[in-house]
Protein backbone atom coordinates (compact mmCIF):
# COMPACT_ATOMS: atom_id res chain seq x y z
CA UNK A 1 0.00 0.00 0.00
CA UNK A 2 1.19 3.52 -1.01
CA UNK A 3 -0.83 6.14 0.04
CA UNK A 4 -3.85 6.74 2.59
CA UNK A 5 -6.60 9.92 3.12
CA UNK A 6 -9.80 10.70 3.81
CA UNK A 7 -12.43 11.79 1.91
CA UNK A 8 -14.21 14.66 2.40
CA UNK A 9 -17.32 13.43 0.25
CA UNK A 10 -18.28 10.76 2.26
CA UNK A 11 -15.81 10.57 5.54
CA UNK A 12 -14.81 7.36 4.51
CA UNK A 13 -10.61 6.26 4.51
CA UNK A 14 -9.46 5.74 0.81
CA UNK A 15 -6.22 3.48 0.73
CA UNK A 16 -3.78 3.33 -2.56
CA UNK A 17 -2.62 -0.66 -3.66
CA UNK A 18 -1.06 -2.25 -5.96
CA UNK A 19 -4.12 -3.72 -6.61
CA UNK A 20 -6.21 -0.80 -7.28
CA UNK A 21 -7.98 1.86 -4.62
CA UNK A 22 -10.23 0.72 -1.78
CA UNK A 23 -12.11 2.29 0.65
CA UNK A 24 -12.81 1.32 3.99
CA UNK A 25 -15.99 0.78 4.63
CA UNK A 26 -16.42 -0.28 8.49
CA UNK A 27 -13.83 -1.64 10.82
CA UNK A 28 -12.80 -4.99 8.87
CA UNK A 29 -14.03 -4.40 6.10
CA UNK A 30 -12.68 -2.99 2.67
CA UNK A 31 -14.13 -2.76 -0.86
CA UNK A 32 -12.30 -1.86 -4.12
CA UNK A 33 -13.53 0.78 -5.62
CA UNK A 34 -13.92 0.96 -9.69
CA UNK A 35 -13.09 -1.87 -11.53
CA UNK A 36 -9.38 -1.02 -12.49
CA UNK A 37 -6.69 -2.75 -10.67
CA UNK A 38 -3.92 -0.15 -11.76
CA UNK A 39 -1.06 0.38 -9.49
CA UNK A 40 -1.40 3.26 -7.89
CA UNK A 41 1.79 4.62 -6.29
CA UNK A 42 1.22 8.49 -5.26
CA UNK A 43 -1.24 9.08 -3.97
CA UNK A 44 -3.10 11.73 -1.83
CA UNK A 45 -6.68 13.13 -1.48
CA UNK A 46 -7.38 16.95 -2.71
CA UNK A 47 -10.84 17.66 -2.42
CA UNK A 48 -14.57 16.39 -1.78
CA UNK A 49 -14.20 12.94 -4.09
CA UNK A 50 -11.15 14.27 -5.82
CA UNK A 51 -7.68 12.00 -5.44
CA UNK A 52 -4.34 12.26 -7.43
CA UNK A 53 -2.05 9.42 -8.54
CA UNK A 54 0.34 7.65 -10.17
CA UNK A 55 1.61 4.68 -10.91
CA UNK A 56 1.45 1.93 -13.59
CA UNK A 57 -1.56 0.53 -15.38
CA UNK A 58 -2.91 -3.41 -14.27
CA UNK A 59 -1.79 -5.75 -16.60
CA UNK A 60 -5.11 -5.66 -18.82
CA UNK A 61 -4.91 -2.35 -19.51
CA UNK A 62 -2.81 -0.50 -22.35
CA UNK A 63 -0.73 2.95 -22.54
CA UNK A 64 2.29 3.60 -21.24
CA UNK A 65 3.82 1.69 -18.12
CA UNK A 66 4.16 5.00 -16.30
CA UNK A 67 0.81 6.72 -15.84
CA UNK A 68 2.20 10.59 -15.08
CA UNK A 69 0.05 12.82 -13.12
CA UNK A 70 -4.04 11.11 -13.18
CA UNK A 71 -6.93 12.43 -11.58
CA UNK A 72 -9.89 11.14 -10.41
CA UNK A 73 -13.12 13.70 -9.63
CA UNK A 74 -15.52 11.03 -8.69
CA UNK A 75 -13.36 8.74 -5.45
CA UNK A 76 -11.75 6.78 -7.57
CA UNK A 77 -13.90 5.47 -9.92
CA UNK A 78 -12.72 6.72 -13.09
CA UNK A 79 -9.45 8.31 -13.65
CA UNK A 80 -8.19 10.58 -16.13
CA UNK A 81 -4.51 11.48 -17.08
CA UNK A 82 -3.58 14.82 -16.78
CA UNK A 83 0.15 14.86 -17.82
CA UNK A 84 3.77 12.89 -18.05
CA UNK A 85 2.09 9.77 -19.00
CA UNK A 86 4.95 7.38 -20.41
CA UNK A 87 7.72 9.67 -18.28
CA UNK A 88 7.03 9.72 -14.77
CA UNK A 89 6.35 7.58 -11.46
CA UNK A 90 5.37 9.51 -8.84
CA UNK A 91 5.84 7.78 -5.35
CA UNK A 92 4.72 10.64 -3.08
CA UNK A 93 2.51 13.16 -4.31
CA UNK A 94 1.68 16.03 -2.25
CA UNK A 95 -1.05 18.84 -3.16
CA UNK A 96 -0.80 22.25 -1.39
CA UNK A 97 -1.02 26.55 -1.56
CA UNK A 98 -2.82 25.51 -4.96
CA UNK A 99 0.04 23.32 -6.06
CA UNK A 100 1.15 19.55 -6.89
CA UNK A 101 4.31 18.24 -5.73
CA UNK A 102 5.53 15.15 -6.85
CA UNK A 103 8.27 12.83 -6.55
CA UNK A 104 9.25 11.37 -9.54
CA UNK A 105 10.89 8.01 -9.14
CA UNK A 106 11.93 7.38 -12.82
CA UNK A 107 14.70 10.76 -12.03
CA UNK A 108 14.71 10.97 -8.64
CA UNK A 109 13.41 14.48 -9.18
CA UNK A 110 11.17 16.96 -6.96
CA UNK A 111 8.41 17.98 -9.62
CA UNK A 112 6.10 20.66 -9.63
CA UNK A 113 3.02 22.05 -11.37
CA UNK A 114 0.47 24.91 -10.56
CA UNK A 115 -1.91 23.79 -13.04
CA UNK A 116 -1.40 19.94 -13.14
CA UNK A 117 0.42 20.10 -16.60
CA UNK A 118 3.20 22.15 -16.96
CA UNK A 119 6.34 21.06 -14.34
CA UNK A 120 9.01 22.57 -13.19
CA UNK A 121 11.04 20.34 -12.35
CA UNK A 122 14.08 21.62 -9.37
CA UNK A 123 15.94 19.15 -6.64
CA UNK A 124 17.24 16.19 -7.49
CA UNK A 125 17.39 14.04 -4.53
CA UNK A 126 16.86 10.39 -3.09
CA UNK A 127 13.85 10.69 -1.02
CA UNK A 128 11.14 8.62 0.61
CA UNK A 129 8.65 11.57 1.04
CA UNK A 130 8.25 14.95 1.24
CA UNK A 131 5.56 17.30 3.03
CA UNK A 132 5.03 21.16 2.02
CA UNK A 133 4.35 23.27 5.54
CA UNK A 134 1.53 24.39 6.16
CA UNK A 135 1.09 28.14 5.03
CA UNK A 136 4.70 28.74 3.32
CA UNK A 137 4.78 27.15 -0.15
CA UNK A 138 8.60 27.96 0.25
CA UNK A 139 9.35 25.92 2.67
CA UNK A 140 9.59 21.43 1.80
CA UNK A 141 10.62 19.05 4.10
CA UNK A 142 11.95 15.72 2.35
CA UNK A 143 13.40 11.98 4.11
CA UNK A 144 16.28 11.05 2.68
CA UNK A 145 18.63 8.38 4.29
CA UNK A 146 21.12 11.44 5.98
CA UNK A 147 17.98 12.65 7.88
CA UNK A 148 15.09 15.02 7.21
CA UNK A 149 16.81 17.68 4.95
CA UNK A 150 14.53 21.58 4.26
CA UNK A 151 13.82 23.72 1.53
CA UNK A 152 13.30 27.38 1.69
CA UNK A 153 12.46 27.63 -2.10
CA UNK A 154 10.38 25.44 -2.87
CA UNK A 155 12.35 22.46 -3.14
CA UNK A 156 14.97 24.09 -5.39
CA UNK A 157 17.75 23.16 -2.97
CA UNK A 158 17.24 21.46 0.39
CA UNK A 159 19.81 21.29 3.18
CA UNK A 160 20.38 19.04 6.51
CA UNK A 161 17.87 20.12 9.42
CA UNK A 162 19.61 20.59 12.71
CA UNK A 163 17.95 17.65 14.33
CA UNK A 164 19.52 14.79 11.76
CA UNK A 165 16.84 12.42 13.02
CA UNK A 166 16.53 9.69 10.37
CA UNK A 167 12.80 9.58 9.30
CA UNK A 168 10.84 7.89 6.65
CA UNK A 169 6.80 9.39 6.43
CA UNK A 170 6.05 13.02 7.03
CA UNK A 171 2.89 14.52 7.66
CA UNK A 172 2.31 18.30 7.99
CA UNK A 173 -1.09 19.64 9.43
CA UNK A 174 -0.20 22.61 11.27
CA UNK A 175 2.90 25.11 11.46
CA UNK A 176 2.99 23.41 15.90
CA UNK A 177 2.49 19.74 14.74
CA UNK A 178 4.88 18.38 12.11
CA UNK A 179 4.60 14.17 12.94
CA UNK A 180 7.56 11.53 11.51
CA UNK A 181 7.37 7.63 11.52
CA UNK A 182 10.66 6.67 11.83
CA UNK A 183 11.55 2.87 9.76
CA UNK A 184 11.05 0.91 13.24
CA UNK A 185 7.86 2.77 13.06
CA UNK A 186 8.36 5.12 16.06
CA UNK A 187 6.25 8.02 15.72
CA UNK A 188 7.26 11.90 16.57
CA UNK A 189 6.30 15.05 16.85
CA UNK A 190 8.20 18.35 15.97
CA UNK A 191 7.12 21.94 16.69
CA UNK A 192 10.31 23.66 15.43
CA UNK A 193 9.60 22.49 11.76
CA UNK A 194 12.09 19.38 12.08
CA UNK A 195 14.94 20.36 14.30
CA UNK A 196 13.88 18.66 17.46
CA UNK A 197 11.49 15.40 17.63
CA UNK A 198 9.60 14.15 20.24
CA UNK A 199 8.72 10.28 20.58
CA UNK A 200 5.22 9.76 20.83
CA UNK A 201 4.79 6.08 20.51
CA UNK A 202 4.95 2.56 18.03
CA UNK A 203 2.64 2.44 15.48
CA UNK A 204 1.60 -1.49 15.96
CA UNK A 205 2.44 -3.63 13.14
CA UNK A 206 6.09 -3.18 12.15
CA UNK A 207 7.81 -1.33 8.94
CA UNK A 208 5.35 1.52 7.93
CA UNK A 209 4.48 1.57 4.31
CA UNK A 210 2.19 5.29 4.24
CA UNK A 211 1.26 8.15 6.89
CA UNK A 212 -1.21 10.59 6.91
CA UNK A 213 -2.67 13.20 9.21
CA UNK A 214 -6.05 14.58 8.86
CA UNK A 215 -6.20 16.80 11.46
CA UNK A 216 -3.62 17.51 14.51
CA UNK A 217 -5.51 14.88 16.73
CA UNK A 218 -6.13 12.26 13.84
CA UNK A 219 -3.65 10.27 11.94
CA UNK A 220 -3.65 7.45 9.73
CA UNK A 221 -1.07 5.27 8.85
CA UNK A 222 -0.22 1.65 6.80
CA UNK A 223 2.02 -0.93 8.51
CA UNK A 224 2.81 -4.72 7.79
CA UNK A 225 0.02 -6.09 9.06
CA UNK A 226 -2.60 -3.33 9.06
CA UNK A 227 -4.08 -0.24 8.36
CA UNK A 228 -3.98 1.95 12.11
CA UNK A 229 -6.18 4.85 13.29
CA UNK A 230 -5.35 7.66 16.22
CA UNK A 231 -7.73 9.86 17.55
CA UNK A 232 -5.81 11.28 20.18
CA UNK A 233 -2.28 12.78 18.37
CA UNK A 234 -1.18 9.25 18.29
CA UNK A 235 -0.81 8.13 21.68
CA UNK A 236 -2.95 5.43 20.44
CA UNK A 237 -3.76 3.56 18.26
CA UNK A 238 -6.83 1.31 16.78
CA UNK A 239 -6.89 -0.93 13.85
CA UNK A 240 -9.05 -0.26 11.01
CA UNK A 241 -8.65 -2.97 8.50
CA UNK A 242 -6.05 -6.40 9.20
CA UNK A 243 -3.44 -6.78 6.01
CA UNK A 244 -3.72 -10.20 4.55
CA UNK A 245 -0.58 -12.27 4.30
Do not use: C
Amino acid sequence: MHGLGVNPGDGKVYVATHDGVYRIEAPGKATRVGTSRQDTMGFTVIGKNTFLGSGHPAPDEGGPAHLGLIESTDAGVTWQRHSLAGEADFHVLEYAHGTVYGYDSTSATLRVSTDKKTWDDRARLAAADIEVHPTDPNTVLATTEQGVVRSTDGGRTFRPTSGGTLQMLLAWPTTVSLYAVDPAGTLSVSVDGGNTWKAISTIPGGRPQAFEAVDQRRLLAVTGEGIYESRDGGATFTQLLPLSQ
